[in-house]
């Protein structure tokens, strides 16, 4: 199982929401890609970059950066936010990101989202966001009325690599993840998942490697890991030893 550190990018700064509001930003830095060489130097073999410009305007904004970051780090890197169609995530995977993660096109245009795992194998992931069992988009300011479980069934047999369940309602709060949703949710799918959302503690991440399910492959964190709650190389030797 592999530990996946979050760098939210916005203005170009990193930073942190509560359940995925702008209005409750947190700045942490402004040198995303300083921030990706430390988290690399505790031993990070991904990390997970979300565009927050891009998903709330709908377009990938930060691509040059996230370009600059790869080229600068030796690990792999997952990337979010605004990917709404084929040549943008081209571009990307052109520029060897090694997965992208869809949301909003995930839900509105399965379609496109089949075809983009025909054209690039192994390196399509859909992000599954939930709040109260229904899946969010737009950035997570949209609530759609299509339930987790309908959605992973759209994916079960398409290509995708892996699901990235989010509970909005946990995330950024440090509370701890939603174990009970995140069980359920590795029961309805023989997809791979990474579970993201609320991780607060070196326990919760013990608690979900317990979890005996082999198509939990990893998990993300962001601010528990910027308030010091622990570090990459701790998380690491819990899930990956």
Same mark, same amino acid.
């Given at each position: #199982?592999? $530990? +996946? ?22 700045? +942490? ?9 430390? $988290? /690399?130097? #505790?031993?990070?073999?991904?990390? *997970?970059? &979300? ?13 040059? =950066? ?9 690990? =792999? ?6 990917? =709404?169609?084929?040549?943008? @995530? ?8 090694? =997965? ?10 399965? *379609? ?12 399509? @992931? ?7 069992? $229904? ?5 997570? @300011? ?6 987790? /479980? ?23 709060? #440090? ?23 609320? &991780? ?18 990893? &998990? ?14 701790? @998380? ?6």
């Amino acid at each position: #199982m592999n $530990f +996946y550190p979050a760098i939210d990018i916005k203005d170009g700064q990193f930073v942190r929401l509560k359940k995925g509001l702008l209005s409750k930003k947190t700045v +942490y830095g402004d040198n995303p890609t300083n921030q990706a060489k430390k $988290f /690399v130097s #505790m031993g990070a073999k991904w990390i *997970h970059i &979300v565009d927050l410009d891009g998903a709330f305007e709908g377009k990938c904004k930060n691509m040059d =950066r996230i370009i600059e970051i790869k080229k600068t780090v030796n690990c =792999r890197i997952q990337v979010g936010g605004g990917i =709404r169609n084929i040549k943008t @995530a081209e571009k990307l995977i052109n520029n060897d990101i090694d =997965r992208i993660v869809l949301g909003t096109v995930a839900l509105k245009k399965p *379609h496109l989202v089949k075809e983009m795992c025909k054209n690039f194998p192994k390196k399509i @992931a859909v992000g599954v966001d939930a709040k109260k069992g $229904f899946v969010a988009t737009e950035g997570w @300011a949209k609530n759609s009325k299509v339930t987790v /479980v309908d959605m992973l069934r759209t994916y079960e047999d398409s290509g995708v690599s892996v699901i990235i369940f989010t509970d909005i309602e946990k995330d950024g709060l #440090m509370k701890g993840l939603s174990f009970d949703q995140l069980i359920n949710l590795l029961k309805n799918t023989n997809l791979n998942v990474i579970a993201s959302g609320g &991780v607060a503690s070196l326990k919760d991440l013990k608690k979900i490697k317990k979890i005996q399910k082999t198509n939990l492959i990893g &998990v993300i964190a962001g601010k528990a890991v910027y308030e010091k709650k622990f570090t990459v190389r701790e @998380a690491i030797n819990i899930l990956e030893k």
